[in-house]
């Protein structure tokens, strides 16, 4: 089968689906990231947080608060960075098993579809959770610099390094959570792609809504309210 004969097995429709969902993930990260300043993301919001955070660990003793926040949050990345590579593995254990996937699909849809058309929809689910578990093994790494950082920031808050360490590894720490949240994203689209086995509608469909969520979680959720009260200091 050429190319040309495996790309006709799928229609304009799944070609825009697919479109849709690849530009909506790098849109909404893109925005999420850099929001306006009037109109604040949580994850921007949070990383203000976390440098004020930095700077009172200057002068907290011991620092065991801090470093038990710390442990959590690389137990976070350890836990999803973990989980997708379990995903991942069922997924490759599914295209090892074509005639088993062509029977649980038609079933599901009601089609009678070549296996490369399943096998191509599980790819791009694997796409996703794939750069998920790379952004949380980095994002994991991220947090253990930020980890050394902060145990070279000196105990006299006088000390000429101490503040400017602090904030070395406020923005370490700023880092690692922006590639953790960039993590979380791809799942969200891996679990949205998986509606492709349904049909390019349903794609669109589960695209819009995961878009609909990550804004609201971003810029209209009662968290972000919270944050927003009093302003930061």
């Known amino acids: 089968m050429t190319l040309s004969d495996r790309i006709a097995l799928f229609s304009p429709l799944d070609g825009s689906a697919v479109a849709l969902i690849l530009i909506s ?40 608060f801090d470093s038990a926040i710390l442990a959590t949050l ?97 923005e370490l720490n700023i880092t690692a959570a922006r590639s953790y949240n960039r993590g979380l994203r791809s799942v969200y689209f891996a679990m949205a792609a998986l509606a492709w086995m349904i049909g390019p509608g349903t794609l669109i469909a589960a695209t819009l809504v995961t878009i609909l969520v990550l804004w609201r979680r971003e810029f209209a959720s009662q968290s972000r309210t919270v944050l927003l009260q009093g302003g930061p200091e």
């Not at 088993?100 to 296996?115: D, F, K, R, S």
């Open 25 to 64: 993930w790098i849109v909404i990260g893109w925005r999420i990231e850099n929001p306006s300043s009037t109109t604040p993301s949580v994850s921007s919001l949070m990383a203000r947080y976390r440098r004020d955070w930095m700077v009172q660990m200057i002068t907290r003793q011991p620092r065991i």
């Open 74 to 170: 690389r137990q976070g990345t350890t836990f999803f960075a973990s989980a997708t590579m379990i995903a991942i593995g069922g997924g490759l254990a599914l295209l090892g098993k074509t005639e088993e996937l062509q029977g649980v699909a038609q079933n599901l849809t009601q089609t009678n579809a070549p296996a490369l058309v399943w096998e191509v929809k599980i790819l791009l689910a694997l796409f996703f959770l794939t750069d998920a578990f790379l952004k949380f093994m980095w994002s994991h790494r991220l947090f253990g610099y930020s980890a050394v950082m902060m145990a070279s920031v000196p105990n006299e808050p006088d000390h000429p390094a101490a503040l400017p360490r602090a904030q070395k590894a406020g």
